[in-house]
T-cell receptor
Framework: AQSVTQLDSQVPVFEEAPVELRCNYS??????LFWYVQYPNQGLQLLLK??????LVESINGFEAEFNKSQTSFHLRKPSVHISDTAEYFC????????????FGKGTHLIIQP | NAGVMQNPRHLVRRRGQEARLRCSPM?????VYWYRQLPEEGLKFMVY????????ESGMPKERFSAEFPKEGPSILRIQQVVRGDSAAYFC??????????FGPGTRLTVT
């Protein structure tokens, strides 16, 4: 079985500052990794994914994440945050078995301070 | 709207009543997943279905909960004899058989 740990339940950051949201996973088989974002009272939106190939993946709104197999991590970063980035961020993993259920971390609430 | 549809968005039930939550997957998707989000917890996988088949229900409570995805129509998550502990947000996701899943807006169930 796999598991996901998001060490920080809340991360307060000033606007235009850089941010890193940490995600570590545990699995005995190869994994696929995802970051989802949830705005208040909404569903989850897929932010970015690692399936194979380049270990650095980027989203269209400036976020990026790097798959580090040796450290079993998939941390999310953004060099300069905006007020609109305030949301809950979830890291998730699925296994090489394919189209099975995602295992989620407990989420990190990103709070942008003006 | 080509996204995942869920209805109702909000559902209030008294203890002991039944709750029916509906999910229409994205066009062209035949894989449906249900998740539950409890306060202060992350999302927990409940069940994975394809048309007319339950593929994995390892996350479903053994009693009172059932799910179906008929040949025609939406997927249904059914909770019988609801209790206060069932109050949560229930999310449906769909995929086309590939890795990424796309989520609906959720149904927020309140049991009074």
């Amino acid at each position: 079985a796999q598991s996901v740990t998001q060490l920080d339940s809340q991360v307060p950051v000033f606007e235009e500052a850089p941010v890193e949201l940490r995600c570590n996973y545990s699995s005995s088989v190869s994994v696929y990794l995802f970051w989802y974002v949830q705005y208040p009272n909404q569903g989850l939106q897929l932010l970015l994914k690692y399936l194979s190939g380049s270990t650095l993946v980027e989203s269209i709104n400036g976020f990026e994440a790097e798959f580090n197999k040796s450290q079993t991590s998939f941390h999310l970063r953004k060099p300069s945050v905006h007020i609109s980035d305030t949301a809950e961020y979830f890291c998730a993993v699925s296994t090489e078995r394919g189209a099975d259920g995602l295992t989620f971390g407990k989420g990190t609430h990103l709070i942008i301070q003006p | 709207n080509a996204g995942v549809m869920q209805n109702p968005r909000h559902l209030v039930r008294r203890r002991g009543q039944e709750a029916r939550l509906r999910c229409s997957p994205m066009k062209g998707h035949s894989h449906v997943y249900w998740y539950r989000q409890l306060p202060e917890e992350g999302l927990k996988f409940m069940v994975y279905l394809q048309k007319e088949n339950i593929i994995d229900e390892s996350g479903m409570p053994k009693e009172r909960f059932s799910a179906e995805f008929p040949k025609e129509g939406p997927s249904i998550l059914r909770i019988q004899q609801v209790v206060r502990g069932d109050s949560a947000a229930y999310f449906c996701a769909s995929s086309g058989g590939f890795r990424e899943q796309y989520f609906g807006p959720g149904t927020r169930l309140t049991v009074t």
